[in-house]
């Protein structure tokens, strides 16, 4: 006998029991054998692609204020994250404080305070906002990963960049969430990893690398920073700079590995160069352990073009 077809709606990620009831859906279709049980009343098609919103959208559906949050509204607006944080795949979900709590397998269960605003609609599901979701990073977050997560969500560039981005929040929103919840737990860790968020970094190890040299004792780096040509058009984009040093900074990721981005690298490393601007490359070998080689090889450039410490 063939299987009833499933509605569109059901077909495109998870989804429960609940769902597939308003759907019309028989409970008997949900037991069959081409959907997978992930967990108690929550389906989803085998051999499903979903990801994201979508393989998550049944726990949004089992009532009316379960909402996703931590780490997993995290990797849902694209936060910078650290390695461990981004590798931990159990499910995080909220509910309002005075109600039961989240349980089930997979699943890391809260109780929020939350405001008005604190919740939104991302992709179909319910989701913490970008403002709440970074200050409840802030208990799970050392400090400098929780400014590398501020600082992604308030990442943007202009038309004059390759890529421009907009940003997902700003710092004067960041700081409104705050004052909203000022009994919020490690608050006073928010408050102050929010006066290190900065517009501009890409990425976590941009992030540590500002902090690194701001540590060092060396003058803050400039973000966003763009190096015009004689034409008056934009010929380099440095990941941080000292302008009045003309001193580019940037960080060698994953992707740099490639022969293609090789060459982007030679090609950039020329026009910095004819410039008359210094590119100081960094890895992330140079920003490991308590003193990162980073600060030192920053220090000599800067010192090179005529910086003295205060």
Known sequence: MRRLELPSVLKDGSFSVLAADEAGVPRKRTRAQDLITVSRGVRIPAGSSAHG??????????????????????????????LWADCDWRIHLARPRGGSFPKRANVVGHRLALAPGDVVMLDGVRVTSPERTFLDLAATLPLDDLVAAGDSLVSEHGPEFPSPRSALSNIEALNRMLLQHPGARNIRTAREALGYVRVGADSPPETHLRLALIRGGL?????????????????????????????????????????????????????TDRLDWVEVRVSKDDLAGEHPAAVGRVRRAVRSRGWTPR
């Not at 998550?56 to 936060?79: E, I, K, S």
């Open 53 to 82: 919103a979508g393989a998550l959208r049944a726990y949004c559906q089992l009532d009316d204020c379960t909402v996703l949050c931590h780490v997993t509204a995290a990797r849902l607006w694209r936060v910078g994250l650290p």
């Open 219 to 271: 003058p803050e780096p400039e973000l966003n920073y763009v190096v015009w040509g004689r034409a008056g058009t934009p010929e380099l984009w440095p990941d941080a700079a000292y302008p009045a040093y003309r001193i580019s900074l940037q960080y060698d990721g994953v992707h740099h590995d490639g022969s293609g981005q090789h060459l982007r690298d030679i090609r950039r490393a020329r026009t």
